[in-house]
């Protein structure tokens, strides 16, 4: 019984790293597009902003479980074929980065003016100008939304389970197909993503407080 407990605890766990496999990756190229696009959407420039705006709304608008079959069954009809693996990186990737484009736009938005005022006044170029004073103080605002975003896409991972890739939801559902221990199996499942999120959370928290800016925001 032990023996059998500790083999699919083992298994659990390996699902576990595969999900965060592909939601660091996803997560982190997620960030990237977030806060490039953010800021091409703060600086707005009139036609890359529409386009972004197309890219957010389509992503935003439309569900992730559509997005990850039109990425693993429909790319292959135009000759493109990804594995599961890469399929489940991407999907999370181009879905966390529209959010985190919105989430980067807000936070560049929310810089107060007389900082980038007072930096142009003191003859600063306007690019020198983001780069030194609106995008350290950016970063600081968006640290809860971008982790929020970010604890949906590790959730979101499980949502892989469609295209195959062996992830936490999947290697769970795969042992209770075997054993019939739902309660047991998915309960372990359920505990591993709540531990995962809940360190997420007091990293986010710890964040907030080492970088909060005085004056600006809620220190928590």
């Not at 696009?37 to 608008?61: D, E, H, K, M």
């Not at 599961?84 to 966390?96: D, E, I, N, V």
């Not at 975003?149 to 389970?161: D, G, Y």
């Amino acid at each position: 019984m032990q023996d059998d407990l500790a083999t699919e605890v083992t298994a659990l766990l390996m699902g576990l790293g595969n999900s965060l496999l592909i939601s660091v990756i996803g997560i982190a190229i997620g960030i990237g597009i977030g806060v490039v696009l953010g800021a091409i959407r703060y600086a707005r420039i009139p036609v890359a902003s529409l386009v972004i705006v197309g890219f957010v709304n389509t992503f935003r608008c439309t569900p992730l479980l559509v997005q990850i079959f039109l990425l693993f069954y429909a790319l292959p009809d135009i000759g493109i074929s990804l594995t599961p693996f890469q399929t489940s990186w991407l999907a999370l990737a181009l879905w966390g980065g529209a959010y985190q484009t919105e989430v980067f736009r807000a936070a560049f938005d929310a810089v107060p003016k007389g900082e980038v005022t007072a930096a142009r006044a003191l003859g600063l170029p306007a690019l020198q100008t983001f780069i030194d004073v609106t995008l350290p103080l950016a970063l600081r605002i968006a640290i809860t939304g971008a982790t929020t975003t970010a604890i949906t896409q590790f959730r979101s991972s499980s949502f892989m389970i469609v295209v195959g890739y062996q992830e936490l939801t999947y290697v769970a559902n795969r042992i209770v197909s075997d054993t019939f221990k739902v309660f047991e199996t998915f309960g372990i499942a359920c505990l591993m993503y709540l531990l995962v999120c809940s360190i997420l959370s007091a990293v986010s928290r710890t964040f907030e407080r080492r970088l909060a800016i005085p004056g600006l925001g809620v220190i928590k």
